[in-house]
């Protein structure tokens, strides 16, 4: 007797996808399979389909990630500062902060022929013996974009090598003639 009457309340909960129809048109969305209440009146399960349109252009869907401040500053490779907690003997939890082990290192350029001064942290100092050197750490790794100090370093290595192959270039005509 008791869970008929659950069943049939649980039954006036659920919304249909007739119901949803308004509001999968009012944000923009095309369709819903399911969106159903559990006893407890919390979400159980939404199954969602196409959010985005065609019509809207790609680049606006996609995510960028957020980069601090702190690690324009220098090769952070991908580290941050991180929050947590410190739990006490008693298991107080009072708001700390992991911060990324940052050093101050000059490092050499073979293309440049040049030492330049990063804010580096280990994890990059081993990520740039793995690459084979600074260059190829500047020219191949994902978290070295155009902005900062990395960024800097990559578009002189890049022009020195564009300087260089035109270089070789015009001494190749020159060996031709």
């Known amino acids: 007797m008791e869970w008929e009457r659950r069943n049939r309340a649980n039954k006036n909960r659920s919304i249909t996808n007739e119901s949803m129809s308004s509001v999968s048109a009012a944000f923009g969305r095309t369709t819903f399979s399911t969106f159903s209440y559990s ?14 349109d065609s019509s ?22 991908g580290k941050d500062v991180r929050t947590g ?25 073979e293309i440049l022929d040049e030492m330049i001064r990063f804010n580096v942290t280990t994890s990059a100092l081993r990520s740039i013996d793995k690459a084979g050197g600074l260059d190829n750490y500047l020219l191949k790794s994902k978290h070295v974009t155009d902005e ?10 890049l022009d020195k090598m564009e300087e260089l192959r035109k270089g070789e270039l015009k001494n190749a005509e020159q060996k031709q003639k």
Not at 60 to 77: A, E, K, P, V
């Open 39 to 52: 006893n407890h009146f919390q979400l159980k399960s939404i199954s969602d389909q196409n959010i985005f």
């Open 56 to 77: 809207t252009p790609c680049h606006i869907n996609q995510q960028t990630r957020h980069r601090s401040n702190r690690s324009r500053r220098g090769l952070y490779d």
């Open 85 to 109: 907690n410190k739990v006490s003997f008693s298991e107080k939890k009072t708001k700390r902060k992991f911060k990324p082990n940052v050093q101050k290192k000059r490092l050499f350029s």
């Open 148 to 157: 900062g100090t990395g960024g800097e370093a990559k578009r002189r290595i």
